[in-house]
């Protein structure tokens, strides 16, 4: 059983940043592909961003493009992500996740089958 621990989120202002970690228990983790989404309140969750297991390649969401980076230290078994220029829209429970292995569109969720618990980021304006 893998387990994703999400930390990092909080409160800040506009055009601040933050930067979440994700700790992933196990010895499997530079195997897999891994990924960032979110949930605002009354919307579908949305995927941010995701990183190949080699860390070779980056995916983002067009609405953060240029204002996160996703990251990964395999040998901390630790998966980031960077968030600068943060806006309000940005306000959602952030979660990580492990694609299953052979995925090859990372843009959705259905393409991972483990998840954290979430980290609450809110942004004011």
């Known amino acids: 059983q893998v387990q994703l621990v999400e930390s990092g989120g909080g409160l800040v202002q506009a055009g601040g940043s933050l930067r979440l970690s994700c700790a992933a228990s196990g010895r499997t983790f530079s195997l897999y592909s891994m990924g960032w989404f979110r949930q605002a309140p009354g919307k579908e969750r949305e995927f941010v961003g995701a990183?190949?297991?080699?860390?070779?390649?980056?995916y983002y969401a067009d609405s953060v493009k240029g204002r996160f980076t996703i990251s990964r230290d395999n040998a901390k078994n630790t998966l980031y992500l960077q968030m600068n220029g943060l806006k309000p829209e940005d306000t959602a429970v952030y979660y990580c996740a492990r694609a299953n292995l052979g995925t090859v569109v990372l843009t959705a969720a259905h393409g991972y089958d483990y998840w954290g618990q979430g980290t609450q980021v809110t942004v004011s304006s």
């Open positions: 990183i190949r297991r080699a860390g070779g390649s980056t």
